[in-house]
C-alpha cells in the first residue's frame, strides 16, 4: 500500500502533525537530495524559514558505512569515541577520511547555496525533515551537527521509518516525528506512489522559491529546452544495483564514465573535480560505486579486477539504454585500481570505448588484458609516484593502440599538491574531447617527463 503520491503529498500530511511548533522560533532543515521537498511543504506551511543542512558522515575505512563521526558546514565537526577505538583508527586515518569529505561538503554547500548565507540556528529549534529513514546513518550526523551548530532543540520528522525509530535516534534528537512505521519496512520507496530521484536543480529551485517567499516558480523554460540533468541514479549492475551520480550537460559530445580506487567512492572530491571540468567542456559524466556496501565489507573485492571491468561494461551498458545518453560515444577514467578495471573492460571487444585516460592508475592490474586494448590510452602519473611510473611505462609498451604517458612534474599518488590536478583535469578534458568529439581541433599533448621537461609531442600511435 503506497501510503504518499510523491515528496510534495509527503510534505502536506508532515506538516499537519508539525502544527504545534508554529509560531515557535524554528528553522526547518532539509537533508539533500530527497527531504528537501518534503521539507519546503513544511516550511511553507508553518511559516518558517528553510534551509538544507549539508552533512558528510566519517565512515571507517574499509567499512564506510560505519561512521566513527560527522561534519557540518562552519568547520562542526562531531566523533563517536567509542567507534574510533574499536576500529582502532590513527588519527591520520581519521584526519585522510576528514579531509576527504569536506572538500564534497564545501562543493555540495557551494553548490546548494549559491553565495547565500547559512540559516543561524544557535538557540533555535532544528526541525530537521528527510523523505525517509533507512540506515539513518545521514540523519544522526545531521542531529549531531545541528545539535553542535548550537541548536537549542532538535526534532527529526519524516513520513516513514522503521517501528525502531524511535529507540535508534534516543539521544540523538530531542523528539522523533514519524508518520509511518510499516510492519515490514524494506525501503523508503515503498511508501511513494511517485518515488523519482531529486534533482541538484531541483533543490536549488525550491531553495530559492523559500527565501522568494514560498511562490510558485517561474516559468522561464519552454517545451524542447534542453535540460541539464544532475542528478544521483541507480544503476543496474549484473544482479545487483549501484549508486551513481550522473551530469549530463546541454548537448554533450560523449559521456565519461569514472572507476575510482580502492577506498574512494562515487563522492571522491578529485574525481568530482575532473567531472566538473569535463562537464564544462561539454562532456556527461558518471560516477558511481563499483561495489555495493555490502560487497565494500571484502576487502578482496576492491582488488576483484574481473567483477570491477564487469560493472563497468554493464554500467555502459545502462547509458546504452538511457534516451540521453543512447547516442554518445563513451570514455572511461579510471584512478588507482580503477584505471586497471577500466583497462580491463575496455579490452572487452564487444565493449564500444573510445578512449581511455588513467590517473595515476595500476594498469598492471588488467594483466594480459592490455594486449588487447584498442582504445587511445592516456595515462598520467605523478613525477614522484616512482612505482606507479614504472609500472605504467611497462603497460605503455604493451598497450598495441595508441597511447600517450604523460608525466606532472612534482606530482605524488593522490595529486594533492598544487597545481598537479587542475592538470590532470586539463589533460583529461582534451583526451575526451580528441576522442569522443570527431568535430574538435585541439593542440597536441605536451609530453611531460619525469624530470620535468617538456616538449610538444603527438600521441604516441603504433
Known amino acids: 500500500m503506497r501510503l504518499f503520491d510523491d515528496r510534495v503529498d509527503a510534505g502536506r500530511h508532515l506538516a499537519e502533525r508539525l502544527e504545534s511548533l508554529?509560531?515557535?522560533d524554528i528553522v526547518v532543515l532539509g537533508l539533500p537530495?530527497?527531504?528537501?521537498?518534503?521539507?519546503?511543504e513544511v516550511a511553507k506551511a508553518l511559516r518558517a524559514p528553510l534551509d538544507v543542512l549539508v552533512v558528510r558522515k566519517l565512515g571507517v575505512p574499509f567499512q564506510p558505512e560505519l561512521a566513527f563521526g560527522a561534519i557540518g558546514e562552519g568547520g562542526v565537526r562531531v566523533t563517536n569515541d567509542s567507534v574510533v577505538a574499536e576500529a582502532d583508527l590513527s588519527q591520520d586515518e581519521m584526519?585522510?577520511?576528514e579531509t576527504e569529505q569536506r572538500a564534497e561538503l564545501a562543493r555540495r554547500s557551494e553548490r546548494f547555496r549559491r553565495r547565500h548565507n547559512r540559516t543561524p540556528i544557535a538557540g533555535r529549534i532544528a526541525v530537521i525533515v528527510d523523505d525517509g529513514i533507512a540506515t539513518g546513518a545521514t540523519a544522526k550526523a545531521a542531529c549531531q551537527v545541528a545539535r553542535a551548530q548550537g541548536a537549542s532543540r532538535v526534532v527529526l520528522a519524516v513520513p516513514i521509518g522503521g517501528r525502531?525509530?524511535?529507540?535508534?535516534?534516543?539521544?540523538?534528537?530531542?523528539?522523533?516525528?514519524?508518520?509511518?512505521?510499516?510492519?515490514?519496512?524494506f525501503a523508503v520507496g515503498q511508501g511513494y506512489c511517485n518515488f523519482t530521484q531529486t534533482s541538484d536543480t531541483e533543490v536549488i529551485a525550491l531553495l530559492d522559491r523559500a527565501r522568494n517567499?514560498?511562490?510558485?516558480?517561474?516559468?522561464?523554460?519552454t517545451p524542447g529546452d534542453p535540460q541539464i540533468r544532475d542528478e544521483e541514479v541507480r544503476v543496474s549492475a549484473g544482479l545487483v544495483s549501484v549508486a551513481g551520480h550522473l551530469t549530463i550537460p546541454e548537448h554533450p559530445v560523449g559521456v565519461v564514465v569514472f572507476a575510482h580506487g580502492s577506498g574512494s567512492s562515487r563522492h571522491s572530491p578529485r574525481n568530482?573535480?575532473?567531472?566538473?571540468?569535463?562537464?564544462?567542456?561539454?562532456?556527461a559524466t558518471l560516477l558511481f560505486d563499483l561495489l555495493t556496501p555490502d560487497e565494500e565489507r571484502n576487502r578482496a573485492n576492491v582488488f576483484d579486477i574481473e567483477l570491477l571491468a564487469r560493472r563497468l561494461g554493464d554500467v555502459t551498458d545502462w547509458l546504452?539504454?538511457?534516451?540521453?545518453?543512447?547516442?554518445l560515444p563513451v570514455g572511461y577514467f579510471g584512478a588507482s585500481t580503477g584505471a586497471g578495471a577500466a583497462l580491463a573492460a575496455a579490452a572487452d571487444p564487444r565493449a564500444r570505448v573510445a578512449a581511455v585516460v588513467s590517473r595515476g592508475g595500476r594498469p598492471d592490474l588488467a594483466g594480459p588484458a592490455l594486449t588487447k586494448v584498442r582504445a587511445p590510452t592516456l595515462l598520467i602519473v605523478g613525477g614522484r609516484d616512482d612505482v606507479v611510473l614504472e609500472l605504467n611505462r611497462q603497460a605503455q609498451a604493451m598497450l598495441p593502440g595508441e597511447c600517450e604517458l604523460v608525466v606532472v612534474p612534482g606530482a605524488t599518488h593522490l595529486f594533492e599538491e598544487p597545481g598537479t590536478l587542475e592538470r590532470v583535469a586539463v589533460l583529461a578534458r582534451d583526451w575526451f574531447i580528441d576522442h569522443l568529439s570527431?568535430?574538435?581541433?585541439?593542440?597536441?599533448?605536451?609530453?611531460t617527463t619525469k624530470s620535468g621537461g617538456a616538449t610538444p609531442q603527438q600521441p604516441a600511435t603504433r
Open 272 to 283: 568530482r573535480y575532473v567531472a566538473e571540468v569535463l562537464n564544462t567542456a561539454g562532456l
Open 33 to 40: 537530495r530527497g527531504g528537501v521537498p518534503v521539507a519546503f
Open 213 to 221: 517567499g514560498f511562490g510558485e516558480p517561474a516559468a522561464t523554460a
Open 164 to 185: 525502531d525509530i524511535f529507540a535508534r535516534f534516543a539521544g540523538y534528537a530531542d523528539e522523533v516525528v514519524c508518520l509511518h512505521t510499516p510492519a515490514f519496512f
Open 22 to 24: 508554529r509560531g515557535k
Open 320 to 327: 546504452a539504454n538511457q534516451p540521453d545518453t543512447a547516442a
Open 95 to 97: 584526519a585522510a577520511v
Open 438 to 447: 570527431p568535430v574538435a581541433h585541439r593542440q597536441p599533448l605536451a609530453k
